[in-house]
């Protein structure tokens, strides 16, 4: 009998604890997220004015292989992480991997100075991160991709 009235009580206190926060029924714009805590897709994604060729021809124009990585013959992959911003810009701009400091710091350089198209959910604009490769190789230095 005393496991009945506690299985009571416990009920009785639950119903009081929902009926003071009622559900609220306004409607609320969604929150858009960046993409590393949106959990479906980007309906338009962030785009490099141009395109992804014209994004890789400004990279080969820019970066500068560090000279003594080309010396050294050091060559691999830059993994940049950034964030396109609602208008665009790109910040938080990092190496992730390099195959050196220098060939980070130089990509991290070039990154700043671009700005993309910026990604929309539900025709707003919202912040996306990306990780994007930069290979560098040490036969082709002029050629970044």
Known sequence: MKKFGLLILTC???TISKAQNPIDTTYHTPTLLTKSDWTGSVETEPTYPGGVDELYKYLNEHII??????KNKVQGKVFVQFVVEKDGS????KALRSPSI???????RVFKALKFKPGTQYAVPIRVQYTMPVSFDADHPDWHH
């Open 12 to 14: 009785c206190l639950c």
């Open 65 to 70: 292989y560090p000279e003594e990585d080309l």
């Open 90 to 93: 790109l910040t938080a701009i």
């Open 102 to 108: 220098a060939m980070g710091d130089e990509c991290i």
